[in-house]
């Protein structure tokens, strides 16, 4: 029962450095999100997909890019890391219909120093 | 877009006490998620409502929504030390299906 998982758990950037922050779910769910959690702010959405091949931008995505070339994986672009991309990072997903709950990965805690 | 405001942000309670979060949102909505988050992990679901009315319970937990008054409540009865964590409810986004989300209650239940 795997169903969200990311890597990694932890990293340390340097300004201006960039990374991948991977995601895959085993779920054959359409739906896959992006979301940063910052302290007493809730989550907030940086990026989703409804599909392989199809992406779009939500509240928060400068300075972040994805892409989605297979159901189950939904891989987070950080280019030039800055100092406010600092935050603990979630990747979820759910399956189709209106009503159907949203499935967590464990967070990758992300400091850029 | 929606907009959800729990209250109270902080809550600060003694074993055995019962207590409500409140979540209130801005739009429309015939349906609202609860989830709960322990320090450092992932967010679980603990509940699905689904219409006016709902009523979902489990263990100490029971949640309700109203959606006439646009109002989900999180009923927590006889507080154990368990039950420490900090707990969202969240929204429908809109038709990409993301969740919006308020900015959690924080619960510390004390001896």
């Known amino acids: 029962n795997a169903g969200v998982t990311q890597t990694p758990k932890f990293r340390i950037l340097k300004i201006g450095q960039s990374m991948t922050l991977q995601c895959t779910q085993d779920?054959?769910?359409?739906?896959m999100y992006w979301y940063r959690q910052d302290p007493g702010m809730g989550l907030k959405l940086i990026y989703y997909s409804v599909g392989a091949g199809i992406t779009d931008k939500g509240e928060v995505p400068n300075g972040y890019n994805v892409s989605r070339s297979t159901t189950e994986d939904f891989p987070l672009r950080l280019e030039l890391a800055a100092p406010s991309q600092t935050s603990v990072y979630f990747c979820?997903?759910?399956?189709?219909?209106?009503?159907?709950?949203?499935?967590f990965g464990q967070g990758t805690r992300l400091t850029v120093v | 877009e929606l907009k959800v405001e729990q209250n109270p942000l902080f809550l600060s309670m003694q074993e055995g006490k019962n207590y409500t979060i409140y979540c209130n949102y801005s739009t429309t909505s015939d349906r609202l998620y609860w989830y709960r988050q322990d320090p450092g992990k992932s967010l679980e679901s603990l509940f699905v409502l689904l219409s006016n009315g709902a009523v979902k319970q489990e263990g100490r937990l029971m949640a309700s929504l109203d959606t006439k008054a646009r109002l989900s409540t999180l009923h927590i009865t006889a507080a154990v030390h368990d039950l420490s964590a900090t707990y969202f409810c969240?929204?429908?986004?809109?038709?990409?299906?993301?969740?919006?989300f308020g900015k959690g209650t924080k619960l510390s239940v004390k001896p």
């Open positions: 979820a997903s759910r399956g189709s219909g209106r009503r159907t709950e949203a499935f």
């Open positions: 779920m054959n769910h359409n739906y």
């Open positions: 969240a929204g429908p986004g809109g038709s990409q299906g993301n969740l919006i």
